[in-house]
């Protein structure tokens, strides 16, 4: 079977193995099913969330038999590295990520959206303005939602959408043949997953992938504030169009000390005054900014898109309030799983904090590095959980820290180390599989706690 021709792909009785039995991977099998295709599930843990009885499906390890296939899709969370997919390369198996699978099966054009941090808040908030303009949307990918899910049910006539919005991971970059968004946008690159990557190098390549299949009639919209993307970029031709919190002269959009602006024969004009939304801060108006830029490019009404700014409501775990104990504020930034979003974080307020940090580290990262910790306005480090000895280890500059090994257990230290008028903020900096499912459950178990002290 040639896989290299997007338009004469059939999937009829091609066998297919999917690694992973996850959301996606599951996904992924149902879509091939419903074009004909055979699918064969191999998931390295013996449970599952899921329902496999339906497909052909191996659990507790990969077998040789994943190999009797003629394509093979991986699911975002498995490493090039392990010896299934190394033994598949060897064999010239095609191996394509999830998203590029879905990609063949739909003519919808795609505004995807990756980038180190940011990239959900400016995911939502792009497919709030797609909805504002009237446009049959469908939100997708990383943020939750497989790709392959919302395609089999277009397939299916369940859905007729006008445009997919999508929020891409570098895992589900690192495999894709023919993925081409009609308007994509990397807002920042930062160290992440070092882990899994080799260096930062490896992890910019994979992130860089999303500008792989542009053509001249597509636009791509990137941070030029960036270090490494501006490097990346601009020389590019007219249709990459950079984005800035200082003025770029090719950005229909920038933003001045009070609001984000546009020109209209020559009259500057306001997309949006910062103190009208609920989106503060400095990333966010970088999230602003490369959502407004890539929903003009589509020939969204400015209108829409101010509307969009405007309504917007922060999404959960990012920097959330969630409460106030006898003058003390507390934030739930559990979706912070890495330096730089720490940093956001520590700049967004201007009082004293109290830091909670820890969980599961990705790769080697050096804590007493972070600037923003070794000011006056960090009162106490709180660190926790698998990493939290490691970084409690590293912060020689820090005077007031403490070390506790249970999630709970720091967040009601940090409850009574706080005083009237402290920020007490669990911005972690690190994973959450080492005691949670995901950052969903670390943040809900930090408000949960944080409401039972307040009723």
């Known amino acids: ?36 295709g055979n699918p064969f599930i191999s998931e390295f843990k013996s449970k599952t969330d899921v329902d496999l009885a339906k497909f052909n499906h191996e659990l507790g390890g990969h077998s ?12 975002p969370g498995i ?32 505004l995807a959206i990756t980038g180190s941090n940011g990239k959900t808040t400016t995911t939502m908030l792009l497919y709030q303005m797609c909805i504002e303009a009237g446009l049959n949307s469908e939100i997708v990918g990383n943020i939750g939602i497989p790709f392959s899910h919302k395609v089999n049910n277009e397939i299916k006539g369940k859905i007729n959408p006008e445009v997919y919005v999508m929020e891409v991971s570098s895992f589900q970059l690192e495999h894709i043949i023919h993925f081409s968004p009609k308007v994509s946008s990397i807002i920042n690159l930062q160290p992440d997953h070092l882990d899994r990557y080799d260096n930062f190098q490896n992890y910019i390549n994979a992130k860089i992938n999303i500008t792989k299949n542009i053509k001249e009639s597509d636009f791509f919209i990137y941070n030029s504030d960036d270090e490494v993307l501006n490097k990346f970029f601009k020389n590019s031709s007219k249709n990459y169009i950079p984005f800035s919190l200082n003025m770029e002269s090719r950005a229909p959009f920038n933003s001045n000390d009070t609001k984000v602006y546009y020109y209209e024969n020559n009259i500057e004009i ?17 999230n602003i900014l490369s959502a407004a830029i890539m929903a003009h490019s589509f020939k969204i009404p400015i209108s829409s898109i101010s509307k969009a700014i405007l309504d917007f409501e922060p999404i959960p775990h990012r920097i959330e309030f969630s409460g106030n104990i006898n003058g003390t504020a507390y934030y739930n930034d559990s979706k912070a799983t890495n330096l730089d979003s720490v940093k956001v974080a520590l700049n967004s307020f201007d009082r004293l904090i109290i830091l909670i940090l820890g969980g599961k580290n990705k790769g080697e990262i050096y804590f007493n590095n972070l600037v923003e910790l070794n000011n006056e306005k960090v009162k106490k480090v709180i660190c926790y959980g698998e990493s939290g000895e490691y970084i409690f280890n590293q912060l020689d500059k820090i005077n007031s820290k403490e070390y506790f090994k249970d999630f709970s257990t720091a967040v009601k230290m940090a409850i009574k180390s706080s005083n009237e008028g402290d920020i007490v903020l669990l911005s972690p900096g690190c994973t959450s599989f080492d005691q949670f499912s995901n950052f969903e459950e670390r943040g809900n178990m930090f408000k949960k706690i944080i409401n039972d002290y307040l009723n």
């Open 64 to 75: 040789l038999n994943v190999l009797d296939c003629d394509l093979m899709v991986i699911s």
């Open 1 to 36: 079977m040639n896989f290299l021709d997007r338009d004469n792909i059939s999937l009829e009785n091609v066998n297919i193995s999917i690694l992973g039995a996850g959301r996606s991977g599951y996904a992924a099998a149902e879509l091939i099913d419903t074009l004909g």
């Open 79 to 110: 490493s090039d590295k392990i010896d299934i997919v190394k033994q598949a390369k060897l064999n010239d198996i095609p191996i394509v990520s999830e998203i590029e699978l879905a990609s063949w099966f739909t003519n919808s054009p795609i």
């Open 270 to 286: 306001p997309l949006y005054y910062f103190d009208e939304s609920k989106l503060v801060g400095s990333h966010n108006i970088q």
